[in-house]
């Protein structure tokens, strides 16, 4: 099956410094979500974006579905330690049911 | 509290030996799928269901098997077929009568692995 590019595949950061990570794929979604995971348990929902150009924020995190619909990118503001995890977007195609296409992850480390 | 309970958190498995992983749902979601997740990749779809009775085949079936014999069950059975069984999964839901475009909710999953 398809997975979606995404990068960097890791990242490890001051406290305090913005991150911005992003996903391309070589066919147009309709939807682009961002899931943050941590050590052991299932992916968290973080934003969910729905039409080309959206640009949504949910406190320190803001996300973009690209114009091509091809790309979105996420960006966490002003780093915490407890960003610390593994960062996944994932796509869904024009298709008629919601089967969701995922990349295979950003890891983000803090250091405080 | 509303939510996905996926159960055991471990799991081990002998040789030879089929294994089924729970995960129930409370929020009246009409959509349930399982994923597998590997070390350094994304989540790659094992089957889902969008009605009771009904499923169908995600990316890699083979191996694996379920039933949605209830809207809130999906069990998922590792079968020993499935020869390389190690691996995290994940269990998740999502509403479908608000049009298509619903995110799915996760469980906390279950990690397999080979005695």
Redesign the interface.
Known sequence: GQQLNQSPQSMFIQEGEDVSMNCTSSSIFNTWLWYKQEPGEGPVLLIALYKAGELTSNGRLTAQFGITRKDSFLNISASIPSDVGIYFCAGRMNTGFQKLVFGTGTRLLVSP | DGG?T?SPKYLFRKEGQNVTLSCEQNLNHD?MYWYRQDP??????IY?S?IVNDFQK???AEGYSVSREKKESFPLTVTSAQKNPTAFY?C?S?I?DRG??????????T?LSIL
């Not at chain 2, 298509?100 to 999953?109: A, L, S, V």
């Open positions: 996905i996926q959509a350094g990749q994304g989540l790659r779809l889902y969008q995600g990316d890699i994940l998740a999502s479908l298509p475009n619903q995110p799915q909710h996760f469980g906390d999953g990690r």
